[in-house]
């Protein structure tokens, strides 16, 4: 079974940063392209940034130039570098990754940004 845990989440001041970790068990990770997701309060679940197998990556246009996707294929992990936090970035921040046709997610952290 496939399993997602995710840390690194809190609380910063705007400007501040964070890196979100996500350590994945139950495949064989280096094969499988990985995403962040984030869900705001009231708002649908939005894809924040993308990395292939080959560690290709993709933003979403309003975390460009400040977050960073990264992953680490000898110890399974993804993770997530955000700098320059701003309110708006405040969510419940998931990692995901689509395995033999059905969608895995961790638990979640909490990512906020307000002084």
């Known amino acids: 079974q496939v399993h997602l845990v995710e840390s690194g989440g809190g609380l910063v001041q705007p400007g501040g940063s964070l890196r979100l970790s996500c350590t994945a068990s139950?495949?064989?990770?280096?094969?499988?392209?990985m995403d962040w997701y984030r869900q705001a309060p009231g708002k649908q679940r939005e894809l924040v940034a993308s990395?292939?197998?080959?560690?290709?990556?993709n933003y979403t246009d309003s975390v460009k130039g400040r977050f960073t996707i990264s992953r680490d294929n000898v110890w399974n992990r993804l993770y997530l570098q955000m700098n320059n936090l701003k309110p708006e970035d405040a969510a419940v921040y998931y990692c995901?990754?689509?395995?033999?046709?059905?969608?895995?997610w961790g638990q979640g952290t909490q990512v906020t940004a307000s002084s």
């Open positions: 995901h990754v689509r395995y033999r046709t059905r969608d895995f």
């Open positions: 139950g495949l064989n990770f280096r094969l499988f392209p």
């Open positions: 990395i292939s197998s080959g560690g290709t990556t």
